[in-house]
């Protein structure tokens, strides 16, 4: 057979096998010239993705930094909570895990053995466990049960300063107050656990894990005295309980740098439990009286109006809200009289109980009138025609481009969220009534904080201060001290005006109408407003007192705000007592601290 | 020339050539292959079957079945079979038919018969028989090859069985792999070039054809996904993979990140994370892009430089061969190789679209494996045609 079909292998076969050889030799060079790009240049892409495909991320959370009062006493702290998951794949014994799962966090044992039995990459079986039970359950040593640390916020002072403090929510992220505003220093960073798995999500163990340690956040150093914060807090809700007042806020600042010791707002809501709306109250059935033609819709907004309570019940009034201050505005209009030369003290005066603006009879709140009086005497009377006289004499041109220069048109700067406003008039809107008006504290709105921080200016000499709680904050073991800088305003007025205005209301404390706030052996100025609320109708005040000590070298500054007092309602008459007591208390106990002696 | 090839056949045959450093190629290429295997499924199959060595164990048996084969058939003088080559083809068709009714399915395509406890791809046995079918009717058909009707007779002959894969087995890439053996052959007894010259370029305009219609087809059917457009999905798929990612993109994209995520020197050997699941059968037609990725560029590279040498073995017996009809075979089966394996890297690499191709002598396949032992077993038995001193 073979020998019968020869058959010529030509040179051409020989060729065209080479030349063959040399298209694949072609096609070769193709593919690694591909294979060079993919695992070269394109190496570096792929690899990140193959990366994420293979790994997966655990995150571990940074400790949270705590919040500490002047005097080292840690007012937010974090509580070490577990997590207990099982991971499927790693468990040996399932029954013992179940039994112990069973055993130490009290659950039923088919809740437990539903979760052990399933087939999945990891379950958790329960969270906020407390950290004794996880150490038990990491102590059986039981393999495939994960017990994961976690931080839990926690306040050691329940309500106190409540308002002030803030609360975190459930990714330990500030919700109000200082929580959010100091946000980036408390919260640290978190940490992640890097685990490579297969496609199924089950830990390739030979492969390890790659840990980014958490940086825990940095404590915040407040000016907040707690034992300040707390007597104030009982002073505020007994005034509350007797005077039965819809709230009752007190702040106490240093008025020569703006350090806030406390800042009470009563009622207070507890801010480890901080969801949970107070019972109804006698607040929420003057409200519902007030609203009680409007129960129907009030049904079909259930969640809103809850939204809505929570919020009005962690609101801070004395920073979000603004009221007319009343006559403790007569600090601001003495100084600018006395700064522009409208005024000076010894002027004197005639107080008929009323004074004609315009078409306007404005009663003095003496309606006999306080007769002769000089300037002094009037602001100890707090007599409203002498403030209106001294108002209409500066004009409305100055009396605004002061309220400029006090800082009044600005918000104070304080380092709390959710500062409001000054409700304002426009200048060119400012006529003679406007003007006798705003000269005894009415007509405008500001916020207490804002009041507080201008007298704070007048008496201090001309310094306009930032208020704030937040001193500095400091790292892990003392590392990344930061030192918190606020501005400074200077010569807001002269440092005559200031004195003469020390002057006039120590006289007020010691003679005038803040005498409930005078106590023995202290030299104490102040000056107390009555405020009737909008609209004038209701019949509600706010009674208020500010004051300071010692008169003639203020080191600190208080002020109480009763809003909606039943029966007597004057600020001289119940304000002024409660700032005494606190002053009682704090005046001895700052002296103690040798705080003023800075 | 043709004198001294048949004084040379009657040499007794201990002066002829044996072709060791061939045989060594493809040991080495098999050994590699089993590594590289246990490698690549150890994982899934500890998972699946609890035991890390199933599918080693499967290519173990059947590389020795292979090896027996190529042992004998290296032994019997190659134009015993020429006697056979229209029954080959014949069975073939048969074979290929049987799939039909009796073909198992596995991993969405019908593509294997089981005989007892083997399994057999029809496909395989195709390519051999086409190969010693070509070289036979080559043979006798003399000079008429230079002809156009002895041409296109060549070209013909394959396409019954070419279209039979592609339509029955829904194995494009087989059906590829014979029409090219038979080109090839063709190109290597015909003395000119014009005419494949223009039958390459006609294939490439055709190539270009079908991908420039298939992305007009998708964008003219933006957002219908059934239809016309889902056919030429692949080809999509092939333009843009990650856009694809979880279809038909799905395997390009995961052996993109094994080759890419190798890098020059790769993760070391048995480090590849991507046959933990994340690319399925890694053992299969993806196995390079895992070569890739435990042994990075270098590992690829000298894969490639293995079947290079042995193309040049292939080539250096072809044309030493004693007869053209040893040359043919040689031909044939250099063109098996080297065409599946050229397909391979293309399709791991993403150079072409998505084919299911495996690479010879490393991917995991039994039936595979024998009959390319067997094609192996045929070349050896044109080398032993050779005298030692002609070479």
């Known amino acids: ?598 | 020339m043709a004198e001294r090839n048949r004084t040379r056949r009657r040499q007794h045959n201990s002066e002829n050539f044996m072709d060791y450093s061939l045989l060594f190629i493809v040991l080495f290429l098999l050994g590699f292959g089993m590594i590289m295997v246990y490698s690549t499924s150890s994982y899934e199959a500890n998972l699946t079957y609890g035991d890390s060595a199933y599918y080693l164990k499967k290519q173990i048996f059947a590389t020795i079945l292979g090896l027996i084969a190529m042992m004998v058939v290296a032994n019997i003088p190659y134009h015993f079979w020429e006697r056979f080559a229209v029954i080959g083809y014949i069975v073939s068709v048969v074979l290929i038919f049987l799939i039909i009714p009796f073909g198992h399915e596995s991993h969405g395509a019908k593509r294997w018969l089981y005989i007892g406890p083997i399994s057999l791809q029809p496909a395989e046995v195709a390519k051999l028989c086409m190969i010693l079918f070509l070289a036979s009717m080559i043979c006798t058909m003399g000079k008429q090859i230079r002809h156009n009707k002895g041409f296109w007779m060549v070209l013909l002959v394959p396409m019954p069985i070419a279209l039979m894969l592609w339509q029955i087995t829904r194995n494009l890439s087989s059906a590829i792999i014979v029409v090219g053996i038979a080109a090839l052959m063709l190109f290597v007894a015909c003395p000119d070039y014009k005419r494949f010259v223009l039958l390459a370029l006609a294939g490439i305009a055709g190539a270009a054809l079908v991908v420039y219609a298939s992305v007009h087809m998708a964008a003219s059917q933006a957002g219908e996904t059934e239809g016309m457009g889902f056919r030429f999905e692949r080809i999509l798929a092939w333009l843009d993979p990650e856009a694809y990612a979880s279809g038909k993109g799905f395997q390009t994209i995961q052996a993109l990140y094994a080759i890419g995520s190798g890098g020059i020197l790769g993760k070391g050997l048995g480090s590849s994370m991507q046959k933990l699941g994340f690319l399925p059968e890694a053992q299969n037609d993806m196995i390079f892009s895992i070569i890739c990725e435990e042994l990075g560029l270098f590992g690829g590279f000298a894969v490639i430089i293995m079947f290079v040498m042995l193309i040049w073995r292939f080539m250096v017996i072809a044309n030493n061969a004693p007869d053209l009809f040893g040359a043919l075979l040689v031909v044939g089966v250099l063109g098996h190789v080297a065409i599946q394996v050229i397909l391979n890297i293309a399709v791991v690499t993403n150079t072409i679209p998505n084919t299911g191709i495996s690479l010879p002598f490393i991917s995991y396949g039994g039936s595979s494996v024998m009959f390319l032992l067997i094609e192996i077993g045929l070349v050896l038995s044109v080398a032993r045609g050779i005298r030692l001193k002609d070479l």
Not at chain 1, 97 to 104: F, M, P, Q, S, T
Not at chain 1, 179 to 208: F, P, S
Request: charged share 25%; hydrophobic share 35%; aromatic share 8%.
């Open chain 1, 1 to 598: 057979m073979m020998e019968e079909k020869p058959q010529p292998h030509m040179t051409y076969h020989r060729s065209k096998t080479v030349a063959v050889m040399f298209l694949f030799l072609f096609l070769f060079a193709v593919l690694m010239g591909r294979m060079v790009y993919l695992m070269v240049f394109r190496s570096e892409y792929y690899t990140m993705r193959a990366k994420e495909l293979h790994e997966r991320e655990r995150s571990i959370k940074a400790a949270r930094g705590r919040i500490i009062d002047a005097n080292g006493r840690i007012l937010a702290d974090n509580r070490t909570v577990c997590t207990i998951s099982v991971i499927h794949s790693q468990i040996e014994d399932a029954e013992e895990v179940i039994a112990v799962l069973c055993r130490e966090l009290g659950l039923s044992d088919e809740y437990v053995r539903k979760r052990v039995e399933k087939y999945s990459s990891i379950e958790k079986i329960k969270s906020n466990v407390d950290k004794s039970v996880g150490d038990a359950i990491r102590a059986c040593d039981l393999p495939g049960v994960k017990v994961d640390e976690d931080y839990r916020r926690y306040y050691p002072c329940g309500s106190l300063g409540s308002k002030v403090l803030g609360f975190t929510g459930g990714d330990n992220q500030g919700i109000i107050g200082l929580e959010v505003v100091y946000e980036d220093y408390l919260k640290g960073q978190n940490g992640t656990i890097l685990t490579v798995t297969d496609a199924k999500g089950v830990e390739v163990d030979a492969e390890g894990e790659e840990r980014v340690e958490p940086v825990a956040g940095r404590d915040l150093y407040i000016s907040m005295d707690m034992n300040i914060q707390s007597y104030a807090t009982q002073l505020a809700l007994q005034t509350l309980e007797t005077k039965e007042a819809d709230s009752v806020s007190i702040i106490v600042m240093n008025p020569n740098n703006g350090e806030l010791l406390a800042m009470v707002n009563v009622p207070e809501f507890d801010l480890n439990d901080p969801y949970t709306l107070p019972e109804p109250d006698r607040a929420a059935e003057a409200a519902e009286t007030a609203d009680g033609a409007e129960t129907g819709q009030e049904q079909e907004t259930e969640d809103a109006s809850e939204q809505d309570r929570l919020n009005a019940m962690w609101r801070n009034g004395c920073i979000n809200d603004t009221y007319e201050p009343g006559s403790t505005f007569k600090i601001v209009t003495a100084a600018a009289g006395l700064e522009s030369g409208a005024v000076s003290v010894t002027d004197t005066f005639h107080c008929p109980g009323y004074i004609m603006v315009e078409d306007r009879r404005i009663r003095c709140h003496k309606i006999a009138g306080h007769g002769a009086e000089d300037f002094v005497q009037a602001t100890m009377n707090s007599c409203n025609p002498v403030f209106i006289t001294v108002g209409l004499r500066i004009g409305a041109e100055r009396f605004y481009s002061y309220f400029e220069r006090f800082g009044l048109l600005k918000k104070t700067g304080i380092d709390l969220p959710g500062e409001a406003g000054t409700i304002m008039h426009r200048l060119e809107d400012i006529g003679p009534v406007e003007l006798a008006t705003m000269s005894f504290g009415q007509s405008f709105q500001i916020t207490p904080i804002q009041l507080m921080v201008t007298a704070a200016s007048i008496v201090n000499g001309g310094v306009r201060v930032t208020p704030h709680f937040g001193i500095r904050a400091v790292g892990t073991g003392g590392a990344d001290e930061e030192a918190f800088c606020y501005p400074v305003q200077e010569n807001i007025v002269s440092a005559q005006t200031s004195e003469t205005m020390r002057y006039i209301l120590e006289k007020v404390v010691s003679e005038g109408g803040g005498k409930n706030g005078a106590i023995e052996g202290y030299r104490i100025g102040g000056k107390t407003a009555t405020s009737q609320t909008l609209p004038r109708s209701s019949g509600r005040y706010i009674a208020s007192f500010l004051a300071f000590a010692p008169a003639d070298d203020p080191q600190i500054m208080a002020m109480a705000i009763i809003n909606n007092p039943q029966g007597s309602y004057y600020g001289g008459q119940i304000a002024a007592p409660v700032v005494r007591q606190l002053f009682e208390n704090i005046l001895p106990y700052l002296e103690n601290m040798d705080y003023n002696k800075k």
